[in-house]
């Protein structure tokens, strides 16, 4: 059973900064791309930012400059690094894997953890 457990939200005021972990853990043979997702109250779910297996990175857009996602493919593990935050950065955020299982492979999604930039 495959597992994505996330930490680092929480309250941070506009233009400060926040590290996000999610670590994964299960019967996991190799990842194919660990990364973050955001969901703000009323709005559909969106790519903040993945990580390859090969060190690709796809960023959006809006987050471009200030938040940089990286991973340790030794622990498991992906983090985001989000800088000069902005109240619109207020959301939650989702850790998103996909993994190879020994048998099989799928999309992964941690519980989610808030993040909210105010003064």
């Known amino acids: 059973q495959v597992q994505l457990v996330e930490s680092g939200g929480g309250l941070v005021q506009p233009g400060g900064s926040l590290r996000l972990s999610c670590a994964a853990s299960?019967?996991?043979?190799?990842?194919?791309?660990m990364g973050w997702y955001r969901q703000a109250p009323g709005k559909q779910r969106e790519l903040v930012a993945t990580?390859?297996?090969?060190?690709?990175?796809d960023n959006a857009e809006s987050v471009k400059g200030r938040f940089t996602a990286s991973m340790d493919n030794a622990k498991q593990t992906v983090y985001l690094q989000m800088n000069s935050l902005k109240p619109e950065d207020t959301a939650v955020y989702y850790c998103?894997?996909?993994?190879?299982?020994?048998?099989?492979?799928?999309?992964?999604w941690g519980q989610g953890t808030q993040v909210t930039v105010s003064s």
């Open positions: 998103y894997a996909h993994l190879y299982e020994y048998s099989s492979s799928g999309d992964y």
């Open positions: 299960g019967s996991i043979l190799a990842i194919n791309r």
């Open positions: 990580v390859a297996s090969d060190g690709r990175i």
